[in-house]
């Protein structure tokens, strides 16, 4: 079976926003008939923005979020490994599942973004290190959630080790809410989704970048025996939709963007124009999800725009 396309609104807080502005983003949103709800996970702005009031936790502001809405889908674009251990990583995101109903999603990632580190006080391996910590943080989190009850669970690896954990507390979806995993490693990041991801996302990447990575996931996939068909290919991209020239260069403005660079990098354009890259990107990649990076938390009628003139016609 073909599975349904799916729209996702994508927020990037960190840039200046309350945690009452993405409530009524996601209210908005879940209003609207989008399919889920996605923050980024970051504590530090980035480019010229002033990023006031200042940043909000992800996982906290998805516990609110999850008891304030009733269908939203609920996740991360990706958490950074480095800003959690994974016992307390895996308790969180449980518990943040059972809150919702079952409905959160877990994108982990091994973190990037040198800066916000530094600003507080957060330890900042190298690259190498860094990945091989985010595969052990892959491994026990899921081992965590997947342990039979009454079944305890250990980990020895060279940078955790977890010894006669209870493995507790169980999320509601079983045997774990789906992890994403993401980005353009052309080796080993294809051989972490194939272990460990529900689904595969490329932000902000071109067709034809996105294209050539979800065959290597497809391949690793091979290599270890597991039905690539398995995981969902997703991708990131820009909005900046309007009814009109003036109103797309309006919404391009007010992010600081311009518009013929959105209509190459991202989704800029009128509703038929918006239908009309989707398709492409369909067309190419095969994605059955798009996240719809929302950049302006103040111009609800954007989102509603794309939920009453773009989604119905994408089947």
């Not at 985010?134 to 009850?149: D, K, M, S």
Request: aromatic residues 8%; hydrophobic residues 40%.
């Amino acid at each position: 079976m073909t599975e349904e396309f799916k729209l996702r609104i994508f927020t990037e807080p960190q840039q200046g926003a309350t945690y009452d502005d993405l409530l009524r983003v996601a209210r908005t949103a879940e209003a609207a008939g989008y399919d889920a709800f996605f923050r980024s996970d970051h504590y530090l702005k980035m480019g010229s923005v002033t990023g006031e009031p200042g940043p909000t936790d992800a996982w906290i502001t998805l516990a609110g979020l999850a008891r304030e809405t009733s269908r939203l889908r609920l996740g991360t674009l990706m958490t950074a490994g480095t800003f959690r251990l994974p016992g307390p990583l895996a308790i969180a995101v449980a518990q943040v599942d059972q809150m919702s109903g079952g409905r959160v999603e877990l994108g982990l990632g091994s973190g990037w973004y040198a800066d916000e580190h530094t600003a507080y006080g957060i330890p900042f391996p190298s690259l190498k290190e860094r990945f091989d910590r985010y595969a052990e943080q892959l491994a026990i989190v899921t081992g965590l959630w997947a342990a039979e009850p009454g079944e305890p669970f250990a980990f020895d690896g060279e940078y955790y080790q977890l010894a006669d954990s209870p493995a507790l507390p169980k999320p509601v979806q079983r045997p774990g809410p789906p992890v994403l995993i993401g980005g353009v490693g052309k080796k080993r990041t294809p051989e972490l989704a194939a272990r460990y991801a529900s689904e595969f996302n490329l932000p902000f990447v071109d067709a034809d970048t996105a294209a050539a990575q979800f065959e290597r996931v497809d391949a690793a996939c091979a290599a270890i025996g597991r039905e690539p068909g398995e995981i969902v290919r997703s991708a990131a991209l820009v909005l900046c939709a309007g009814k009109d020239d003036a109103e797309i260069a309006r919404r391009a403005g007010a992010i600081g963007r311009e518009v013929e660079e959105l209509r190459t990098n991202g989704l800029a354009g009128t509703p038929a124009e918006v239908v009309d890259r989707i398709g492409a990107w369909r067309e190419r990649t095969g994605i059955t999800r798009l996240y719809l990076q929302v950049l302006d938390l103040d111009d609800l009628d954007h989102l509603e725009l794309v939920a009453s003139s773009v989604a119905p016609q994408l089947g």
